[in-house]
């Protein structure tokens, strides 16, 4: 069985402020691993992805997150933040198992609450 | 080309009535997800099915089912309504037909409230 926890459920930020989310997962299996974003009063975003490969992936908004292994973690960074980016940010894992496109297990969610 | 359509948006159902909920997968994918996410929490895993049959479950109860038509759209059923099946409700769709670099893609939700 897998497990997300996003270690901190709020993350207050000015803007143009560089911001990490954090996120760590375990899994007795090796995993696929996701960052969505959810828009208040709207579905997932898929953000970015690790499938294999680079342990650094990016997004085309500038975010990118870096896929520890010995750590089991999967941090979501970005140097600079928008007002835009407030959001609820979500850190998920599926076993490779069921595919990338299986059941995904989910972090508690993590609130980016950019300033002005 | 539209997205994965969810319908109805929003409903109020009482404790004991059932619910059926839609979902429209995005075109050219034949698999389904439903996922229940809770007010301040992360969606949770219910089921997936492809082929019309479901594949995976998650931990819930079996009042809650499903089905999957031969256009790959498919109906979230929720028997004997509590409580806490007040939820955001969303439908996720994928294809099997391109494994490599495939996205899951998620529709906006059926909001349901139980009083």
């Known amino acids: 069985a897998q497990s997300v926890t996003q270690l901190d459920s709020q993350v207050p930020v000015f803007e143009e402020a560089p911001v990490e989310l954090r996120c760590n997962y375990s899994?007795?299996?090796?995993?696929?691993l996701f960052w969505y974003v959810q828009y208040p009063n709207q579905g997932l975003q898929l953000l970015l992805k690790?499938?294999?490969?680079?342990?650094l992936v990016e997004s085309i908004n500038g975010f990118e997150a870096e896929f520890n292994k010995s750590q089991t973690s999967f941090h979501l960074r970005k140097p600079s933040v928008h007002i835009s980016d407030t959001a609820e940010y979500f850190c998920?894992?599926?076993?490779?198992?069921?595919?990338?496109?299986?059941?995904?297990?989910f972090g508690q969610g993590t609130t980016l609450q950019v300033k002005p | 080309d539209a997205g994965v359509t969810q319908s109805p948006t929003h409903l109020i159902k009482t404790r004991g009535q059932q619910v059926t909920l839609r979902c429209s997968p995005k075109?050219?994918?034949?698999?389904v997800s439903w996922y229940q996410q809770a007010l301040g929490q992360g969606p949770q895993f219910i089921f997936q099915?492809?082929?019309?049959?479901?594949?995976q479950r998650g931990n819930f109860p079996d009042r809650f089912s499903g089905h999957q038509f031969p256009n790959y759209s498919s109906e979230l059923n929720v028997n004997a309504l509590l409580l806490g099946d007040s939820a955001l409700y969303l439908c996720?769709?994928?294809?099997?037909?391109?494994?490599?670099?495939?996205?899951?893609?998620f529709g906006e939700g059926s909001w349901l409230t139980v009083v």
């Open positions: 899994s007795s299996v090796s995993v696929y």
């Open positions: 099915y492809y082929e019309e049959e479901e594949r």
């Open positions: 996720a769709s994928s294809s099997t037909t391109v494994r490599s670099g495939n996205t899951i893609y």
């Open positions: 690790y499938l294999s490969g680079s342990t």
């Open positions: 998920a894992v599926s076993d490779i198992g069921s595919g990338n496109t299986g059941k995904l297990i």
């Open positions: 075109s050219g994918h034949d698999t």
